[in-house]
């Protein structure tokens, strides 16, 4: 479910169910679904994974077999051009609103956008002009690693400063808005969950080893990291 406050996250209540097509609305707002990527008949109800509000009352919200979800203030859709079939689940969502860009990112196959199988190979969607997209492009980079690790954090510090990082430890790095990735560095000793750029020099990255929770920092762009395990987690 989707749950909204009008008082500063005072008071929750539920404003649309995610379970199937989204056509009531709630509390003034409704939530359509990308009826394209989103199969209610053939796939199981869907967990929301990640979200983004530009403002109080325009947001995204991505999840489990290619569920995207979006308010009408967020997201003004020519559905005569849908966006195509996805399979994968998404894990992560960032905003550059200097350039009115979305991108969201998971596992392989969130981003099909044609016929093309390579495409479903791929792991981010990025929405140029998010407010009103006709299309979605799949992007990644040139070489995945082995396995296609799924992307679990994405962040920015604007359109030449976005990080990712993948379940295995890749950190990757795009420079043009999201257009192109290469490979920045590799995490050791843990399984990353979760990513947050603060600027354009620091970074932080969450997860585990199995025994205990995992800080990895970095002061120099993600050129380097260093690890710090927690006590306790």
């Not at 999201?178 to 920045?184: E, N, Q, V």
């Amino acid at each position: 479910k989707v749950f909204r406050s009008n008082r500063a996250a005072q008071d929750f209540t539920a404003d649309a169910n995610v379970h199937g097509p989204l056509t009531a609305t709630a509390g003034g707002n409704n939530f359509p679904v990308d009826s394209a990527d989103y199969k209610p008949n053939s796939v199981p109800p869907n967990t929301l994974r990640c979200m983004h509000w530009k403002t109080p009352t325009a947001g995204w919200f991505a999840g489990d077999n290619g569920l995207f979800v979006w308010t009408p203030d967020a997201m003004t859709k020519d559905q005569s051009r849908p966006f195509r079939t996805t399979t994968g689940n998404y894990r992560a969502m960032t905003y550059i609103a200097s350039t009115d860009t979305l991108l969201i990112a998971g596992s392989v196959g969130v981003n099909s956008y044609a016929a093309d199988q390579t495409e479903a190979q791929r792991r981010i969607s990025r929405f140029t002009t998010a407010s009103t997209p006709n299309a979605r492009l799949a992007v990644d980079v040139a070489d995945r690693p082995a396995g296609s690790p799924p992307i679990v954090g994405l962040d920015n510090a604007g359109s030449t400063f976005i990080i990712a990082v993948d379940s295995s430890g890749n950190v990757i790095k795009s420079t043009n808005d999201g257009a192109s990735w290469s490979l920045l560095s590799i995490l050791a000793g843990g399984t990353p969950t979760c990513l947050r750029v603060i600027d354009a020099s620091n970074i932080v990255i969450g997860g585990f080893d199995g025994t205990a929770g995992i800080i990895w920092r970095s002061i120099d762009g993600g050129v380097t990291f260093l690890a710090e395990r927690i006590p306790g987690s």
